[in-house]
C-alpha cells in the first residue's frame, strides 16, 4: 500500500488496489523486506480523497515471513469491511479466531517490525517469530471508545511455514489491530452519539437532554450502520453512568441489515428486532430523536427517521424539526448575544449578528457596574446572570431586567490573591449554576441550583491538584475542569453524577485527561456537544489554540487563526457564531472565513449564554 515515510530506510511500497468513484483501479509492487538488520517502521498510506477506497491484495504465492508481515499490516488499514483479506495471511485456525473489533491501537509512526526474527523454537526451520514495536498515541476499545496512550508498543506474531502448501502463514497473534496515527486519521472518524442525561429535564414538560458520546468508527465501511449498531447497544463504559437510552434492552438491527442510508427523500428507515405492540409512543419518539441526532453527524441533510419492527410494521417516523422539541442539546440553541466586561467594569453585551463593534451595559445592576467585576456567567435562556466581583471575593446572581438590585453573595472565597479565589460561574441547562473556588489552601467546586438555592459543595474524588477553571457542559452531565499541581495545569473532564436519592449529594467522577500534551492550559470554553476550544501550551512550546474533543483525541481539520496572549476565550455549541477572545489587544472576535477584529481596547472576560 503506497505510502509517506515516517521514519527509517525506504521501502518499496506493498501492493494494493484503490476503487475510486470513477472506477480507476490503482496497483502497487510487492513489498519486500530485508533477511537481517535493525528495525524498520511500517509505511503508512497516504491521505485518499473522500471518495476513494482501498483495498489490500492477498498474500502472493511464495511470500516470505517479511512480506507476509508487511502484506498483512496493510491490510489492517484497508477499507475490507470485515478483514478478509487480512485473515488470509493467517493460518485457518488463527483467522477464525482472531476478534479484530476488540481493539484498535494507534502508534505514532506505525508499527516497525523486528527483520532478524528469531526461530520460533528449538530445532524448528520452518517457525520464527517477529515483534512489532512502536510509541503508543491512543487505543480504540471494542465500544469504539477513544483513550489518549503513552509508553513503549510491543507485541508478538507467529508464523509458520505449512508443510504441505510451503506457504508462511501467521497463527499466532494479539486481537485487535494496530496502525500509524495517519493511517488511523484516514480510516476512522469521530460521530457523536446520543442519549439523554439521567435524573435531567428541563422546561416545565420535562424535555429530556442530549448528550453527546463520542466514538470512532470506519469511515468508509459503511458508517451509518456502524453507527447504529454502536447506538443500540448502549453508551460508552466512561458515560454511562449517567445517561439512559430510550432503546429496550436487546434492541437491534433485525438480522442481515447493512447498507442504511437516507432515501432521495432525505428519509431513513431503521428496521429493528422490535415488535410494535411492546413499543410505546413516547418511547419510540425518544428513540427517534436519538438516531436522528446521531446520523446527522453523517448525513447533514438527513430530514426525518422511520423506525420498523418485525414484520415491517411502522414503529413511528421523526422529523429533523420535531426532534429540536422533543430533545434539548446545546448546538441546536442560537445565543442573541456575547457578554463581557468593559472598563468601566460593567457587564455589556454584542448581538452575535452584529458586524460593528458598538456594546451596550445589560439592564440591571450588572450593567452599572460598583462590585469591581472579574467575570461573568449568562444563563442559557439569557434572563439571569452571575457576576464575580470584590476582585474575585464574591459571587451575585441577579436578574438581567431592568430595576434589580444586588443581594447579598451567595458564595465568597478567601484565597489570598485573585488568581486564588473564585473561577468563572457557568450555568447548564437546568438552570443550575456552577463555580469553583481555587483557593491553594482549600480549593472547592459548587453549584446552586437554578442559580439561586443555598451552594452545594461538589465532591471531586479524584482531584489531584488546585482547580483553576471549571466549564460546565451545557447537558449538565459533564464539566470541564482545568486543574494545577506541580507548576502544571491540565484540562480534565468528569461526568456529573446527581444525587439519585440515595443522600450521597452531587459528585464529579470520572476525571480523564482531555488535553495529555499540553502542560499549561490558560482557557478553555465549550465549543459543541463534545468539543472544547482549548488555549495553552506544550512543553518548551508557544501559545497555541485548538479543538479537542472530550475523549481526548484531537479533531482533524485547521485551527482557529493565531492570536497572541490569550487570556480567555468564548466559543459557543452552536458553531455559526464567531469565536471571541480576550487577548492583549482587548476583547477580539473572529467572524467565519475572516481575520480576528477588535470588539473593545478596554474589554475582558468575554462569555456566550452558559
Not at 502472493?60 to 508487511?70: K, L, R, S, T, V
Request: net charge negative; aromatic share 6%; proline share 6%.
Amino acid at each position: 500500500m503506497a505510502a509517506d515515510r515516517t521514519g527509517g530506510a525506504r521501502r518499496r511500497p506493498g501492493r494494493a488496489v484503490a476503487y475510486a468513484a470513477l472506477g480507476f483501479v490503482l496497483l502497487a509492487g510487492c513489498a519486500s523486506m530485508p533477511d537481517s538488520g535493525d528495525l524498520r517502521d511500517v509505511e503508512s498510506t497516504p491521505r485518499q480523497d473522500t471518495g476513494v477506497r482501498v483495498f489490500a491484495m492477498p498474500p502472493a504465492d511464495g511470500a516470505g515471513p517479511g512480506e507476509i508481515m508487511q502484506g498483512f499490516l496493510e491490510a489492517l488499514t484497508s477499507d475490507d469491511p470485515q478483514y478478509d483479506t487480512a485473515r488470509k495471511y493467517l493460518t485457518t485456525d488463527a483467522a477464525h479466531a482472531w476478534r479484530p473489533e476488540r481493539s484498535t491501537t494507534v502508534l505514532a509512526n506505525g508499527p516497525s517490525i523486528e527483520t532478524d526474527c528469531g526461530p520460533g523454537g528449538r530445532e524448528e526451520t520452518n517457525s520464527v517469530t517477529c515483534v512489532l514495536a512502536g510509541s503508543r498515541v491512543a487505543s480504540v476499545d471494542a465500544q469504539q471508545a477513544y483513550q489518549p496512550a503513552g509508553g513503549s508498543y510491543r507485541e508478538k506474531l507467529h508464523l509458520t511455514k505449512d508443510a504441505k502448501s510451503g506457504q508462511w502463514r501467521i497463527d499466532g497473534l494479539p486481537d485487535g489491530v494496530v496502525m500509524g496515527k495517519s493511517d488511523f486519521q484516514r480510516n476512522y472518524t469521530s460521530v457523536d452519539k446520543y442519549y439523554f442525561a439521567s435524573n435531567t429535564s428541563v422546561g416545565a414538560s420535562g424535555q429530556p437532554v442530549a448528550v453527546a458520546d463520542p466514538v470512532f468508527v470506519r469511515g468508509k465501511v459503511d458508517a451509518m450502520t456502524q453507527m447504529v449498531r454502536s447506538l443500540l447497544k448502549g453508551p460508552t463504559a466512561w458515560l454511562g453512568p449517567v445517561v439512559r437510552s430510550s432503546f429496550p434492552t436487546g434492541t437491534a438491527l433485525q438480522q442481515g441489515v447493512s447498507g442504511l442510508a437516507p432515501d432521495d427523500q432525505n428519509k431513513l428507515t431503521v428496521p429493528l428486532n422490535l415488535k410494535a405492540s411492546h413499543v410505546a409512543a413516547g418511547k419510540c419518539t425518544e428513540m427517534a430523536t436519538q438516531v436522528l441526532f446521531t446520523l446527522r453527524n453523517l448525513a447533514p441533510t438527513l430530514e426525518s427517521v422511520e423506525l420498523r419492527g418485525t414484520g415491517d410494521d411502522r414503529l413511528c417516523e421523526l422529523t429533523d424539526e420535531r426532534a429540536e422539541s422533543e430533545a434539548w442539546h446545546g448546538s441546536s440553541k442560537h445565543p442573541e448575544y456575547v457578554y463581557f466586561i468593559d472598563g468601566k467594569r460593567r457587564v455589556v453585551r454584542v448581538p452575535t449578528a452584529s458586524t460593528g463593534t458598538g456594546s451596550l451595559p445589560v439592564p440591571g445592576p450588572l450593567g452599572e457596574g460598583g462590585k469591581g467585576l472579574r467575570s461573568v456567567a449568562v444563563s442559557r435562556d439569557e434572563h439571569t446572570a452571575a457576576g464575580v466581583g470584590d476582585e474575585g471575593r464574591s459571587l451575585y446572581v441577579t436578574s438581567l431586567a431592568a430595576g434589580g438590585s444586588f443581594d447579598e453573595p451567595l458564595v465568597t472565597s478567601a484565597g489570598a490573591t485573585p488568581a486564588g479565589r473564585l473561577a468563572t460561574p457557568s450555568w447548564d441547562a437546568r438552570g443550575d449554576l456552577w463555580v469553583a473556588d481555587s483557593d491553594p489552601h482549600r480549593t472547592r467546586l459548587f453549584v446552586l441550583e437554578q442559580g439561586v438555592a443555598k451552594p452545594e459543595r461538589v465532591a471531586v474524588p479524584d482531584l489531584s491538584g488546585q482547580i483553576k477553571d471549571a466549564r460546565v457542559a451545557a447537558d449538565g452531565a459533564r464539566i470541564a475542569l482545568v486543574v494545577e499541581k506541580d507548576g502544571k495545569q491540565s484540562l480534565f473532564i468528569g461526568r456529573i453524577q446527581r444525587d439519585d436519592g440515595t443522600g450521597q449529594g452531587i459528585s464529579v467522577d470520572g476525571l480523564r485527561s482531555a488535553t495529555p500534551d499540553l502542560e499549561k492550559v490558560s482557557a478553555i470554553s465549550w465549543a459543541g456537544d463534545s468539543r472544547l476550544l482549548v488555549v495553552g501550551q506544550e512543553q518548551g512550546g508557544v501559545q497555541q489554540m485548538r479543538y479537542v474533543q472530550v475523549d481526548g483525541s484531537t479533531l482533524d481539520g485547521p485551527a482557529p487563526g493565531a492570536l497572541t496572549s490569550v487570556k480567555a476565550i468564548a466559543a459557543s455549541e452552536d458553531e455559526r457564531v464567531p469565536l471571541v477572545a480576550y487577548s492583549e489587544d482587548g476583547v477580539v472576535r473572529l467572524p467565519s472565513g475572516a481575520q480576528w477584529q477588535k470588539v473593545d481596547k478596554d474589554g475582558t472576560a468575554p462569555v456566550y449564554p452558559g
